[in-house]
């Protein structure tokens, strides 16, 4: 435990029978579960947790309080039966330990999922034992685990909700981090404040993460991505529920025994899509049907506006193209009025959503 509060480690693996065992051995003694979480792996990476399950030793936890099923409690009562229900919406799994003292628990996905797959799989166990503070690092040891309190303790202490390592601000990040990643890190960032709304955040693509239990409660677990997008859509889900963020420094950590499986150049076009359906998802979820905000008028008046200057933009390229015609004046006017207009518009709504999401990002 850390500060009294409960603290799980969720291990998303596939084919890491070379380094999962560093990852857990070197896991700090505060943490009282490690949930590793085998997205159907190839090689023998299950076979060596499960001889590392006995070694782990055994914790005792508060047990779940019961709520009485009374006038009062009903919409808690709700919500645990939702809980229960909503297992068979998650990737397939199999618990391969599923008891309540053991410090490694072993989940195997009956089916390859994905990275998010297998994360939203650890949270659902998490918060099915009301883990006070759920954190997430990869089976592949490239995240140092004496950064792990500085990553649970705004969680723990302060009360926030969700907490990403930065490994952006380092000093040697550019010189650390393949220039390919950091270019890629760089275009997938600026899409997701536009889309998450968390304007501040740098290192959108960190998996080095903690979550508290009221933020997990507060967002659909089997509905994060899947695949490599899933920090991206995962701040969009948090930015939607009002979940508060923080940012800590960490270390880039790269050549220690990992082999990326993320094709970078597939990756940013699918995940740039998924930003931007999440963009207007957020858009009406958020700032029509949840809290109705002048920026939601805004953004869409600038689409209106942008939509009808590029119809005047089209009429102006066609004439343009026929040297026996002239361009019209009021129908450069009309583009010019619309577009700037339209710009006006998004700008506005952009400084609006910022200041509005301001009291989300913690410092």
Request: proline share 3%; with cysteine.
């Amino acid at each position: 435990m850390l500060h009294g509060k409960t603290v799980a480690v969720v291990v998303p693996a596939y084919n890491e029978e070379s380094q999962i065992a560093m990852v857990i051995e070197t896991m700090p003694q505060y943490v009282d579960r490690i949930i590793i979480v085998n997205d159907k792996s190839k090689d023998n990476m299950a076979s060596v947790v499960e001889g590392l399950i006995k070694k782990s030793g055994q914790v005792t936890l508060p047990e779940r309080e019961e709520v009485e099923d009374n006038i009062y409690n009903r919409a808690e009562i709700v919500a645990r039966q939702v809980d229960e229900a909503e297992v068979s919406l998650f990737n397939p799994f199999k618990i391969f330990n599923d008891n309540d003292t053991d410090r490694l628990v072993l989940i195997n996905h009956t089916e390859n999922g994905g990275v998010g797959a297998a994360i939203s799989t650890g949270y659902k166990w998490c918060k099915d034992h009301d883990i006070d503070c759920t954190a997430v690092m990869a089976g592949d040891g490239q995240m140092d685990p004496s950064e792990l309190e500085g990553i649970c303790l705004p969680v723990v202490k302060d009360g926030i909700d969700y907490v990403k390592g930065n490994r952006l601000i380092h000093r040697s990040a550019r010189l650390v981090i393949p220039a390919i990643r950091y270019f890629g890190n760089s275009i997938l960032s600026i899409l997701t404040k536009l889309a998450s709304g968390y304007w501040h955040v740098s290192d959108t693509q960190t998996g080095y993460t903690a979550i508290g239990i009221d933020a997990m409660k507060s967002i659909r677990l089997y509905n994060i991505y899947r695949s490599y997008g899933m920090p991206n859509d995962m701040l969009v889900k948090l930015n939607m529920a009002f979940c508060t963020l923080k940012e800590v420094p960490i270390k880039p950590i790269y050549d220690v025994g990992e082999q990326s499986k993320m094709k970078i150049f597939k990756v940013i076009p699918r995940i740039s899509w998924l930003l931007i359906k999440s963009f207007f998802k957020r858009l009406w979820i958020k700032y029509l049907v949840k809290d109705f905000h002048p920026l939601f008028l805004l953004y869409n008046m600038s689409f209106i506006l942008f939509g009808f200057a590029t119809y005047y933009a089209w009429k102006i390229w066609v004439v343009s193209l026929d040297s026996s015609r002239e361009v019209n004046e009021l129908t450069v006017m009309a583009f010019m009025f619309l577009f700037i207009s339209g710009l006006q518009s998004i700008f506005f709504a952009m400084w609006m959503d910022m200041q509005d999401n301001e009291r989300l990002y913690k410092s």
